[in-house]
């Protein structure tokens, strides 16, 4: 059985730090294309960043270039997203996903597997 478990959401202050961690279990996170969503309120499924098969490539939306980065723990087989200098837009619920893919993909529905969520808020 495939599991995703996020952690490392909570309420910050703009301009402080996250680190939101992805371990799974049931499959191997060097094999698929992993990504991290997010959901606010009202609004619709968000690409946030995403990390290759291999390790390799990683992709950010503009809104968090330079300040997110997606990383890879092949002996915990975990991924983590780092978060800087967070904003208020950057609040919302959080989701590691994985793909079966050759390279990174945007669009959710192309993500197999899917962790419940993890909340962040960022206070102004």
């Known amino acids: 059985q495939v599991q995703l478990v996020e952690s490392g959401g909570g309420l910050v202050q703009a301009g402080d730090s996250l680190r939101l961690s992805c371990a799974a279990s049931?499959?191997?996170?060097?094999?698929?294309?992993v990504g991290w969503f997010r959901q606010a309120p009202g609004k619709e499924r968000e690409f946030v960043a995403g990390?290759?098969?291999?390790?390799?490539?990683?992709r950010y939306t503009d809104s968090v270039k330079g300040r997110f980065i997606i990383s890879r723990d092949n002996a915990k087989n975990t991924v983590y997203l780092q978060m800087n200098s967070l904003r208020p837009d950057d609040t919302a619920v959080y989701y590691c996903?994985?793909?079966?893919?050759?390279?990174?993909?945007?669009?959710?529905?192309?993500?197999?597997?899917w962790g419940q969520g993890t909340q962040v808020t960022v206070s102004s």
């Open positions: 049931g499959i191997t996170f060097g094999t698929y294309v």
């Open positions: 996903a994985g793909a079966v893919a050759l390279d990174i993909v945007s669009m959710w529905r192309l993500y197999l597997h």
């Open positions: 990390l290759s098969w291999s390790g390799r490539d990683t």
